[in-house]
């Protein structure tokens, strides 16, 4: 698959304003304030105001529309496993108040929009336009016909576990029951990342059938 093994835009880290014990108590392993996730590093500092701060994206260096892109320093030899069975990174979602602005300012930095999705939403319409980042996919969200002269934001982070169920009993009270996602033959859990102290909306999922089965 084409979008799989074109890295020239992949995700390699993300920064996160939190402190490295509320990732750990998140079932994440957590070594010199960063951990791995999949070939994407999280680095974490507590300095910084909460949420993801930046993100650092092979061949783009500055924000787009607002969304805040440029190098991170990581540390090497992370190990990959989690107590909460997680093995990749799924999604890295990013919200804007002007959709079709921030997509085609993403188009015209270099990345090939994939699929745009819309539903129904309160009195208007939601969209989805997914592009990928190497192996991770960057899903925008928005309101479809919306304008704002507001940024766009990083926001959460869906990612891939081996064994949902497993994961679900590690966290315990830590990680909401897991249920049928969007995504045909995957199922969803979302970590109660606001009672652990985690600043990041975190979803957990289970695997890609298509990659169980080959």
Request: one cysteine or more; aromatic letters at 4%; a negative charge.
């Given at each position: ?179 049928k996602a969007v995504q045909a033959g ?19 999922m289970s695997p890609h059938p298509q990659?169980?089965?080959?």
């Open positions: 698959m084409t979008a799989l093994t074109d890295r020239s835009h992949q995700l390699r880290a993300i920064l996160v304003g939190d402190e490295p014990a509320a990732w750990d108590d998140a079932g994440f392993t957590v070594v010199d304030s960063a951990l791995r996730v999949g070939t994407t590093i999280v680095v974490l500092d507590p300095d910084l105001p909460s949420g993801i701060a930046r993100a650092d994206i092979a061949g783009l260096d500055g924000d787009v529309d607002g969304l805040p892109i440029g190098p991170i320093e990581t540390p090497a030899d992370l190990p990959h496993g989690h107590r909460n069975r997680v093995r990749g990174f799924d999604h890295l979602v990013a919200m804007s108040h002007s959709i079709q602005r921030t997509s085609t300012m993403l188009i015209d930095a270099g990345l090939e929009l994939r699929r745009t999705r819309t539903f129904p939403a309160g009195d208007g319409t939601r969209r989805q336009d997914f592009f990928w980042l190497g192996d991770v996919i960057l899903e925008l969200v928005g309101v479809e016909d919306a304008t704002s002269n507001e940024p766009a934001s990083l926001w959460g982070l869906a990612l891939e576990c081996d064994d949902l169920d497993a994961a679900v009993v590690e966290l315990a009270d830590g990680i909401g029951a897991a249920k995957r199922r969803i859990a979302t970590i109660r990342t606001r009672e652990l102290g985690v600043s990041v909306p975190i979803a957990l990659r169980d089965n080959g």
